[in-house]
T-cell receptor, first 115, second 114 residues
Framework: DAGVIQSPRHEVTEMGQEVTLRCKPISGHNSLFWYRQTMMRGLELLIYFNNNVPIDDSGMPEDRFSAKMPNASFSTLKIQPSEPRDSAVYFC?????????????FGEGSRLTVL | AQSVTQLDSQVPVFEEAPVELRCNYSSSVSVYLFWYVQYPNQGLQLLLKYLSGSTLVESINGFEAEFNKSQTSFHLRKPSVHISDTAEYFCAVSPTSGTYKYIFGTGTRLKVLA
């Protein structure tokens, strides 16, 4: 299996621009998580989906952030408009919840820099 | 709700010395416990997990962690570290039923010195 695939790996953009981060979970996994990692706040859970349905988005910072999962093999995290404080590494992770002892598999992350 | 506390943000240790990385958690429900490791410029990887049974769990590369229910702790230990163990280590919890939320601590950066 190819693992969790995230794109782009690196993104540099100007303040005010729209940013879209993409994630392809491992085939067969039915739960998907978006995390943000910064030096100041560590690893923050932004949102997670079960069976393509958003379960908890309480970690989404504000209305500028939105996430979708139109099908089991694809998810996006969108920031519009972006701000310098959004600079971070964004991780997508997936797991199978058929047996709720499942390991969470992470992608390699998308490093976002907003100038 | 669940929360995870890793009190040590950085731990420097000399090669071949023992190390302990501390993790305490809070939860109103039963949880599974995990340690993940993150090497530079990579995502997190599972190191070991406690689900049930023996409170002492081990990884393939010499780490071990002990679940202590009364102290709500899950400290990670290694009797002799290597340079290659330099990484960031995250403790995490996930409820045993209901939601499938996965909450991480803030991480401990282990730096092994030659």
């Amino acid at each position: 299996d190819a693992g969790v695939i995230q794109s782009p790996r690196h993104e540099v953009t100007e303040m005010g621009q729209e940013v879209t981060l993409r994630c392809k979970p491992i085939s067969g996994h039915n739960s998907l998580f978006w995390y943000r990692q910064t030096m100041m706040r560590g690893l923050e859970l932004l949102i997670y989906f079960n069976n393509n349905v958003p379960i908890d988005d309480s970690g989404m910072p504000e209305d500028r952030f939105s996430a979708k999962m139109p099908n089991a093999s694809f998810s996006t995290l969108k920031i519009q408009p972006s701000e310098p404080r959004d600079s971070a590494v964004y991780f997508c992770a997936s797991r199978w919840t058929g047996v709720n002892t499942g390991e969470l598999f992470f992608g390699e992350g998308s490093r976002l820099t907003v100038l | 709700a669940q929360s995870v506390t890793q009190l040590d943000s950085q731990v420097p240790v000399f090669e071949e010395a023992p190390v302990e990385l501390r993790c305490n958690y809070s939860s109103s429900v039963s949880v599974y416990l995990f340690w993940y490791v993150q090497y530079p410029n990579q995502g997190l990887q599972l190191l070991l997990k406690y689900l049930s049974g023996s409170t002492l769990v081990e990884s393939i590369n010499g780490f071990e962690a002990e679940f202590n229910k009364s102290q709500t702790s899950f400290h990670l230990r290694k009797p002799s570290v290597h340079i290659s163990d330099t990484a960031e280590y995250f403790c995490a919890v996930s409820p045993t039923s209901g939601t499938y939320k996965y909450i991480f601590g803030t991480g401990t950066r282990l730096k092994v010195l030659a």
